[in-house]
């Protein structure tokens, strides 16, 4: 069974810093394209930032240049190290990523998710 965890969620303020982690763990062979999504209250799940196995990354118009999503292969996590932080930033943080198990099956799998608060 797949699991992903997620931590590094909190309360910052306006202005300040937070790292998001996402660490993929059991019968995993392969993990191809892991992403952030987040989805505040009332509103659809948007997606943040993705990161491609190679490498390549791309992000939400929203949040260009004030995150940076990176992958640690060996330890088949993701990050999400996200500055400047607004208040409309604030929502629940969900991780994803699209594993390949032992039985060659990919499917897609998501964090339970970490809460950002941002204060103004």
């Known amino acids: 069974q797949v699991q992903l965890g997620e931590s590094g969620g909190g309360l910052v303020r306006a202005g300040g810093s937070l790292r998001l982690s996402c660490a993929a763990s059991g019968r995993i062979f392969s993990i191809n394209d892991m992403g952030w999504f987040r989805q505040a209250p009332g509103k659809q799940r948007e997606p943040v930032a993705g990161?491609?196995?190679?490498?390549?990354?791309n992000y939400a118009d929203s949040v260009k240049g004030r995150c940076t999503i990176a992958r640690d292969n060996a330890k088949n996590t993701v990050y999400l190290q996200m500055n400047s932080l607004k208040p409309e930033d604030a929502a629940v943080y969900y991780c994803n990523a699209f594993i390949t198990d032992y039985a060659l099956r990919v499917r897609e799998y998501w964090g339970q998710g970490t809460q950002v608060t941002v204060s103004s």
């Open positions: 990161i491609t196995s190679g490498g390549s990354t």
